[in-house]
């Protein structure tokens, strides 16, 4: 009797999804750019949320897959849990008014650019892309390895070398989809966490790992993690050196665990 291998949707699914939602952000974040008006955030919000379903929707008329490969979303989004816990378990062992400040004298002469805030926002979801993407078990594990890695360096940085970035004012009049967003960024997350900058070692780090995908997702993936290196920097949420330090983190992290002939 031949054994029936169980296939499933469900990553191909949740690949739409995580794509759909950060090109959401970066098509919101070109459209203030432009000074397109854009509608209040509840609508906006709304807005993305068809889009995404839509996304969804559609990936069901594609092909399935082995079952062992569609329990990668979860751990995806299971290692983004493991960075959040270990972000702000950092932070609250951390006392900001000790900790470091860097002279960055090029980030001073750099304008507050608030519609960059939904690219900036996109790398949680941005992160979890290659473990709906890539198509062996082997990268997959690999992939997962460099992005505990990462984090887990970060964390470790972050509580013995505390380094601390304190935001421009953000008028509460300031219109636009992307200040309102930014407030919420201001508000939840902490100045410290600085050095280096996870958020950007690992966006670069994902944009890496899609090279094993498609041409198409890959060049997509290259320019996402440009674009939320850059957004990092226009949001002022970490100096020049976070930024640097964790794009190095990231090649060191994707030199490590690089596929073995």
Same mark, same amino acid.
């Given at each position: 009797?031949?054994?029936?291998?169980?296939?499933?949707?469900?990553?191909?699914?949740?690949? !739409?999804?995580?794509?759909?939602?950060?090109?959401?952000?970066?098509?919101?974040?070109?459209?203030?750019?432009?000074?397109?008006?854009?509608?209040?955030?509840?609508?906006?919000?709304?807005?993305?949320?068809?889009?995404?379903?839509?996304?969804?929707?559609?990936?069901?008329?594609?092909?399935?897959?082995?079952?062992?490969? %569609?329990?990668?979303?979860?751990?995806?989004?299971?290692?983004?849990?493991?960075? %959040?816990?270990?972000?702000?378990?950092?932070?609250?062992?951390?006392?900001?008014?000790?900790?470091?400040?860097?002279?960055?004298?090029?980030?001073?002469?750099?304008?507050?650019?608030?519609?960059?805030?939904?690219?900036?926002?996109?790398?949680?979801?941005?992160?979890?892309?290659?473990?709906?993407?890539?198509?062996?078990?082997?990268?997959?594990?690999?992939?997962?390895?460099?992005?505990?890695?990462?984090?887990?360096?970060?964390?470790?940085?972050?509580?013995?070398?505390?380094?601390?970035?304190?935001?421009?004012?953000?008028?509460?009049?300031?219109?636009?989809?992307?200040?309102?967003?930014?407030?919420?960024?201001?508000? %939840?997350?902490?100045?410290?966490?600085?050095?280096?900058?996870? !958020?950007?070692?690992?966006?670069?780090?994902?944009?890496?790992?899609?090279?094993?995908?498609?041409?198409?997702?890959?060049?997509?993936?290259?320019?996402?993690?440009?674009?939320?290196?850059?957004?990092?920097?226009?949001?002022?949420?970490?100096?020049?050196?976070?930024?640097?330090?964790?794009?190095?983190?990231?090649?060191?992290?994707?030199?490590?665990?690089?596929?073995?002939?």
């Amino acid at each position: 009797m031949t054994d029936v291998k169980r296939t499933t949707h469900s990553r191909r699914v949740a690949l !739409h999804a995580v794509v759909a939602l950060v090109a959401c952000g970066q098509v919101l974040s070109v459209l203030e750019l432009m000074h397109v008006p854009l509608w209040p955030p509840p609508l906006v919000l709304g807005a993305e949320s068809v889009v995404v379903v839509t996304a969804m929707l559609l990936a069901l008329r594609g092909g399935p897959e082995p079952d062992e490969l %569609g329990r990668w979303a979860a751990i995806g989004f299971g290692a983004w849990f493991v960075w %959040g816990l270990l972000y702000f378990g950092a932070a609250h062992i951390t006392d900001a008014p000790t900790a470091r400040v860097f002279e960055d004298t090029i980030l001073a002469r750099l304008p507050l650019r608030p519609a960059f805030t939904p690219i900036y926002l996109g790398v949680h979801v941005f992160s979890v892309v290659p473990y709906c993407s890539l198509p062996e078990p082997r990268l997959l594990r690999r992939y997962l390895l460099g992005n505990l890695l990462i984090v887990s360096l970060s964390a470790v940085a972050w509580v013995t070398l505390p380094v601390r970035l304190d935001r421009p004012p953000l008028a509460a009049e300031l219109p636009g989809f992307g200040a309102w967003l930014l407030r919420l960024v201001y508000a %939840g997350d902490p100045v410290t966490n600085c050095f280096p900058s996870a !958020h950007c070692s690992v966006a670069v780090y994902a944009a890496i790992g899609l090279r094993f995908t498609s041409r198409r997702l890959f060049l997509w993936g290259i320019a996402t993690a440009v674009a939320i290196c850059a957004s990092t920097i226009l949001t002022k949420q970490h100096y020049l050196a976070d930024v640097a330090a964790g794009v190095v983190l990231a090649g060191l992290a994707a030199y490590a665990i690089a596929r073995r002939r």
